[in-house]
C-alpha cells in the first residue's frame, strides 16, 4: 500500500514517484490550509499589548528586556498574549522530529511527537504513554493516526490485544504486518512453549537456557492463572523443571502435549525424585488441549515475527465471549510471547506497543505486572508502551481502593510521561487531575474537548491542545462510526 504510505504526514520518503511527490504536495498544501482555519481570531485588546521584538534582545522601553523573542510568522499569535490568555498552553512547540499527529490548535502549527525523540531531547524521562478519554472521543483513532505515521519514519507498532479488531485494517494498509487472530475455531496459534527468537549472540548452550527459562516462566505463569494462583510447592517446581529440560532436548519445537505426557510419565531417574508430583501440573495443562482454551496454545505459534515486519497485531475479537480467565490465561500468553520478540537487545527495533481497551486488560492482575514491567523496561528494551482506557473508574473493575492491584494500575498512568487526555466527564476529573497533575485550567479544558481533540501533556510541565488530523485515506482505514451507527 505505497499509496498509503505516500500520504503520511510530514513523511518524505527515500524514493518516491511523481504521481506520489504531486500527492504528498497536495497533502501537505491540504494540512496548511486546515492550520490556517484553526488559527484563533485575534484578541483586539490584548493584541494591543507590547509585542515582542524579534532582534537579538527584546525593547527595554517596553519592559520585554531578555532573550529575543521567536521570530513569529505573520499568521502566528504573539506570545505575551498566549502567555496572558491561555497561559497554560503557552509553549513554543516541542522542537522534535516526530510524526505529525495533528494540529496545534493554539499556535495553528503542525504537532509532531517521537516517543524516543522528546527523551532524547530531555522533554521526558521515560517513553510511557497513556491515552484516556470517554467512549467514542477519538481515542484509537489518535493512536492510530500515531502509530501509522510512526511506521512512515521507521518505528515499529505491536497491538498487544485488539477486542474489536480495528486495528487489523490499519495494519493490513500498512503492509509488512503480522496480524494472529485468537479464540475458540479461529486460525492463530501462539505456542505456550514458544521460547521467541534466538538472540545473535547465544551459542547452543546459551540458547537451551534462555529457552528454558522462558518458557518456564510462562509455564509457572499459566499454571499459576489455571490453578488459582497456587504457587507450585518443591516437588512440582523440580517435577516441571525436568519434564520442561526434557521436551526442550527432545523437540525442537516442543508444544504442551508433550510436556503434559512428560508431566505425566516421567523418566525412571526423574520419578525417583519427584514421584507422581507431575501429574497434578498435567492435568491443569490439560485445559490447554481440551475444553474452551483447545486450539489456541497448544501448537506450533503461527504468530512469527519477520525483521521487517512494520506492525503487529494480536486480533483477540474473537475471545469476546470467553471466560474472564480464559481471556486472563490468553493475555499471559499472548504478552510473554511479545515480550520475548521485542526485547531482542541485538536488534535496532524501536516498538510501540499498544494495549487497546487497556481497562479490559487490566482486570487481569498478571496482565497489569505485565504492563508495569514493560513500563519500567521500556528504557532498556526500546519500547514506547501506550495504555488506552476510558477513565479513572476504569480501575474500580481491578479492585478496592489501596489494593496493591489497584495501586500498580494508578502507577501505571501516572508514570506516563506522555498524557493523552480526550474529553473526561466532569465528575472524574478531581481525581484525574491529582492522578495526571491537572491544572486547573486543563481541568476545564478537559470536559469541554470536542470529538478528535485532545489535551496532550509531555513531561512534567508541558501541555497543547491538538486536534488530531486525518485525511481521506486514513478515515476510510481508521473509521470506527460505522457499526455504532447502526
Ligand atoms: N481526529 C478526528 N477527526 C475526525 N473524526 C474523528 C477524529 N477522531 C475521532 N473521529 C470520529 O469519531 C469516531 C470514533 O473515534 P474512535 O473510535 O477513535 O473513538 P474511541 O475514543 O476510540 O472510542 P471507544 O471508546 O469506543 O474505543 C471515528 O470513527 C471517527 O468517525
Ligand atoms: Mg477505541
Known amino acids: 500500500m505505497s499509496e498509503t504510505t505516500g500520504q503520511i504526514l510530514g513523511v518524505r520518503p527515500a524514493r518516491e514517484s511523481r504521481t506520489q511527490r504531486k500527492a504528498r504536495k497536495n497533502l501537505e498544501r491540504l494540512v496548511r490550509a486546515e ?11 490584548l493584541d494591543d499589548m507590547p509585542r515582542a521584538t524579534t532582534g537579538r534582545w527584546g525593547s527595554q522601553s517596553l519592559g520585554l528586556w531578555g532573550p529575543p523573542a521567536p521570530s513569529l510568522p505573520s499568521h502566528r499569535i504573539t506570545s505575551p498574549r498566549l502567555g496572558v490568555a491561555t497561559p497554560f498552553l503557552a509553549e513554543s512547540g516541542l522542537g522534535v522530529r516526530g510524526a505529525v499527529v495533528g494540529i496545534d490548535e493554539e499556535s495553528g502549527g503542525l504537532f509532531s511527537l517521537d516517543p524516543w525523540e522528546l527523551y532524547r531531547a530531555g522533554h521526558t524521562t521515560g517513553t510511557s504513554l497513556l491515552c484516556i478519554g470517554n467512549v467514542g472521543t477519538g481515542k484509537s483513532t489518535t493512536n492510530k493516526a500515531l502509530a501509522a505515521r510512526l511506521v512512515a519514519l521507521g518505528r515499529k ?6 477486542p474489536k479488531a480495528e486495528w487489523v485494517r490499519v495494519a493490513q494498509a500498512l ?6 487472530e485468537i479464540g475458540p475455531g479461529r486460525p492463530g496459534r501462539v505456542n505456550v512453549l514458544d521460547a521467541g527468537p534466538r538472540p545473535h549472540d547465544a551459542d547452543d548452550a546459551a540458547w537451551a537456557q534462555i529457552a528454558f527459562q522462558r518458557r518456564r516462566t510462562t509455564v509457572a505463569a499459566v499454571l499459576s492463572q489455571l490453578r488459582g494462583a497456587a504457587q507450585l510447592d518443591p516437588f512440582e517446581a523440580t517435577a516441571l523443571d525436568l519434564a520442561l529440560e526434557h521436551v526442550g ?4 519445537v516442543p508444544v504442551v502435549a508433550a510436556l503434559i505426557q512428560a508431566l505425566l510419565a516421567p523418566a525412571d531417574d526423574a520419578r525417583k525424585i519427584v514421584g507422581d508430583a507431575g501429574a497434578s501440573l498435567a492435568l491443569s495443562l490439560r485445559r490447554l488441549t481440551m475444553g474452551d482454551l483447545a486450539g489456541m496454545f497448544d501448537a506450533p505459534s503461527t504468530a512469527v515475527l519477520d525483521p521487517s ?4 497485531v494480536f486480533d483477540t475479537s474473537a475471545l469476546l465471549s470467553s471466560s474472564a480467565d480464559a481471556l486472563a490465561i490468553a493475555s499471559t500468553i499472548t504478552s510473554a510471547w511479545l515480550n520475548y520478540v521485542i526485547h531482542d537487545k541485538s536488534s535496532r527495533d524501536f516498538w510501540m506497543i499498544v494495549q487497546e481497551e487497556g481497562w479490559s486488560a487490566m482486570r487481569d492482575p498478571k496482565t497489569v505486572e505485565q504492563m508495569d514491567e514493560r513500563v519500567r523496561m521500556a528504557g532498556e528494551w526500546g519500547i514506547a ?3 488506552i482506557m476510558h477513565e479513572l473508574k476504569d480501575l474500580d473493575m481491578i479492585g478496592p481502593p489501596d489494593s496493591p492491584q489497584r495501586n500498580q494500575a494508578l502507577g501505571l498512568m501516572s508514570k506516563a510521561q506522555v498524557k493523552i487526555i480526550h474529553r473526561q466527564s466532569r465528575e472524574t476529573v478531581p481525581d484525574l487531575a491529582v492522578t495526571l497533575g491537572l491544572t486547573e485550567r486543563e481541568q476545564e479544558l478537559v470536559v469541554r474537548l470536542r470529538q478528535g481533540q485532545a489535551l ?12 488530531t488530523l486525518i485525511t481521506d485515506v486514513d478515515r476510510a482505514v481508521f473509521d470506527t462510526s460505522a457499526r455504532r451507527a447502526g
Do not use: C, N, Q, Y
Open 309 to 312: 515486519m512494520r506492525m503487529f
Open 249 to 252: 532436548r527432545t523437540s525442537s
Open 157 to 162: 507498532v505491536a497491538v498487544a490485544s485488539d
Open 35 to 45: 492550520a490556517r482555519a484553526a488559527m484563533p481570531t485575534p484578541e483586539p485588546v
Open 175 to 180: 503492509g509488512a504486518a503480522g496480524i494472529v
Open 385 to 387: 508502551p501506550m495504555l
Open 456 to 467: 496532550w501533556k509531555i513531561g512534567a510541565d508541558k501541555a497543547f491542545r491538538v486536534r
